[in-house]
C-alpha cells in the first residue's frame, strides 16, 4: 500500500469517535488481554503512523481489529482497516497462539471463499515452526480469557443456534467421509463465517452455553481444518486446526481437544515431521483429554500416537500404542461417544494399524492389517478412506514383488475413486505411477491399461 494515507482506517476511527490517544490505550488493553506484550504500550505516535500508511507489524494488525470490531460492534477484516496482512506475514497468524481467534477465523474463512485467495494460500508453505505449543499454564487459563471477553454482538445465543452448528458439522462430516474433503470446503467455510464464528462474539446466558457454543464452533472450525488436509492444502489445514484447538481449550473441552491435537499430530505424520508429531500427539494424550474421553475416541488417540512413536522410531512404544487403541475399541460403544468419532470402527483402526507398521517396515504385517481394513469397511458411506486404503493396500503388495496383485488392487481403488475429490486419493494415484515406473516397460498390458486410467483419474480429480 506504500506510504498512501490509510483512509479506511482513519475513517474507522472517525467512527469509532475515538482520539488517537483513546485508539492507544484501548489497543494495549485488548492486547494485555490477549497476552501480546509488545502492544502494551502503543503511543498516539505509533496510529498516526498507521493511518498515515505506515504497516503494523507482528500482531498489531489484528489487535487492532479487534479494538476496532469491539467499539463499532461489527466483524472486521485487515482489508476493512486498509492494511495489507499478507505483506507482512499476516496469513500465517493463525498458528500463533496469542491472536485472538475470532477476527482470525472470521478472516480465514473470507479468504477460503474468494477463489483467488485460496488458490494463493494453497501455495504458502505448512509451517512446522507453528506446531510448538503454549505452555499448561496458557490451557489452564483459556476458559477464564474467553469468559471475560466483552460481547461485540447485542445477540443472544441460543441451545437452537448451538444445535444448528451441530447438524451443519455432522452433514459435511458425512459428506466429507464418502466425496473428499475437496467437495463442499466452500460450503462449509460459508456456514462457518457467516453462520458459526458470529456466534463466539454474541452473549450468553450462562457460562456452560458458552462453552457449548465455543466447543460446537470449535468442531465445526476441525472439519474445515480436516477438509483442507485431504485437499492438500496443507497451510490453510494447519491454521484452521490451531484456531479450533484454541477454540477448544477456552470451551474447556479436553477431549475435543485432544482430537484436533491428534488431527494436527496425523498431518505432521503425513507430511514428514516425526518429531513434531509426536509432541502434538503426546499432548493429545494427556490426562484431561486422553482420560476425560469416550473409548472409541481414546482408541483413535491411541492408534494416531501408535502412528507418531512409528514414524520416530519407538518400535516398543508403537507396539504398546496399537494394544491401547484395541483395547479401547473392544470397550467403546455407540451410545456415550460424540458423532465426530463414529466414523472409527474396526476398519479404521486396521487401517491406521497398517500405516503406523508399514512405516516399521514391516510390509506382510501391514498388508495384513490393510486386507482386514478394506473387509470390513462400509465401503459406500467411507468412500474416501476406502480408497486410499486400497492405493496403500498396492503399495506394500508391489514392494514385496507380487506386481499383478498390487495392479488388481490399485485397479479397485480407482474405482472407488470415482467421484471423490481428495488430495491423498489424488496422492495415491501419484504414488501409484511412481511405483509402476520402474516396472512399466516389462509389465505388459495391464500395467499399461491401469497406468491410462491412472492419467485420466488425476485428471479428474484435478
Not at 482430537?259 to 494427556?286: E, F, K, N, T, Y
Request: with cysteine.
Amino acid at each position: 500500500m506504500g506510504r498512501a494515507r490509510n483512509v479506511a482506517l482513519a475513517a474507522l476511527l472517525r467512527e469509532a469517535g475515538w482520539s488517537q490517544p483513546q485508539v492507544a490505550a484501548a489497543v494495549a488493553r485488548v492486547a494485555a488481554e490477549s497476552g501480546v506484550r509488545e502492544l502494551d504500550a502503543i503511543s498516539r505516535s505509533h496510529i498516526a503512523m498507521w493511518v498515515q500508511g505506515t504497516q503494523p507489524s507482528g500482531q498489531a494488525p489484528h489487535i487492532l481489529r479487534e479494538t476496532l470490531s469491539r467499539r463499532l460492534g461489527r466483524r472486521l477484516t485487515l482489508a476493512d482497516l486498509g492494511l495489507d496482512g499478507e505483506a507482512n506475514g499476516q496469513t500465517d497468524s493463525g498458528s500463533d497462539w496469542s491472536v485472538e481467534p475470532v477476527t482470525v477465523l472470521a478472516e480465514l474463512g473470507s479468504d477460503d471463499l474468494d477463489m483467488h485467495r485460496r488458490k494463493m494460500l494453497a501455495t504458502t508453505a505448512y509451517s512446522a515452526a507453528g506446531l510448538v505449543l503454549p505452555t499448561a499454564s496458557w490451557w489452564a487459563a483459556a476458559p477464564a480469557t474467553a469468559a471475560e471477553r466483552s460481547a461485540v454482538s447485542p445477540r443472544l445465543v441460543t441451545q437452537a443456534d448451538i444445535d444448528d452448528i451441530h447438524n451443519l458439522t455432522t452433514f459435511y462430516s458425512a459428506r466429507d467421509q464418502q466425496r473428499g474433503g475437496a467437495s463442499g470446503r466452500s460450503a462449509l467455510a460459508g456456514h462457518l463465517r457467516d453462520e458459526a464464528v458470529p456466534l463466539l462474539g454474541s452473549r450468553f446466558r450462562t457460562d456452560q452455553l458458552r462453552r457449548d457454543t465455543y466447543s460446537a464452533v470449535a468442531e465445526m472450525t476441525y472439519l474445515a481444518g480436516w477438509m483442507a488436509f485431504d485437499a492438500s492444502e496443507h497451510r490453510t489445514a494447519q491454521r484452521y486446526l490451531t484456531l479450533a484447538a484454541r477454540i477448544a481449550a477456552e470451551a474447556g473441552d479436553g477431549p475435543l481437544g485432544g482430537h484436533i491435537l491428534r488431527a494436527l499430530a496425523h498431518q505432521a505424520v503425513d507430511l514428514g515431521h516425526p518429531r513434531r508429531a509426536l509432541a502434538l500427539a503426546d499432548a493429545s494424550m494427556s490426562r484431561d483429554r486422553y482420560s476425560q474421553a469416550s473409548h472409541r475416541e481414546k482408541a483413535l488417540l491411541a492408534i494416531v500416537h501408535a502412528r507418531a512413536l512409528a514414524a520416530d522410531g519407538d518400535r516398543a512404544g508403537t507396539l504398546a500404542a496399537i494394544n491401547r487403541a484395541e483395547r479401547d475399541l473392544s470397550r467403546a460403544d455407540n451410545h456415550s461417544a460424540p458423532s465426530r468419532v463414529g466414523f472409527f470402527q474396526e476398519a479404521s483402526l486396521a487401517h491406521e494399524t497398517a500405516c503406523a507398521l508399514r512405516d516399521m517396515g514391516q510390509p506382510l504385517d501391514a498388508e495384513i492389517h490393510f486386507q482386514r481394513s478394506v473387509a470390513t469397511r462400509r465401503r459406500q458411506q467411507y468412500a474416501r478412506t476406502h480408497s486410499v486404503t486400497l492405493g496403500y493396500l498396492g503399495a506394500v503388495q508391489v514392494q514385496q514383488g507380487r506386481l499383478d496383485e498390487a495392479c488388481a488392487t490399485w485397479n479397485q481403488a480407482l474405482d472407488a475413486m470415482a467421484g471423490v475429490q481428495s488430495g491423498r486419493a489424488r496422492d495415491v494415484i501419484v504414488r501409484m505411477q511412481r511405483d509402476l515406473s520402474p516396472v512399466r516397460q516389462r509389465g505388459g498390458r495391464h500395467v499399461a491399461e491401469l497406468d491410462r486410467r491412472a492419467r485420466g483419474m488425476l485428471r479428474a480429480i484435478g
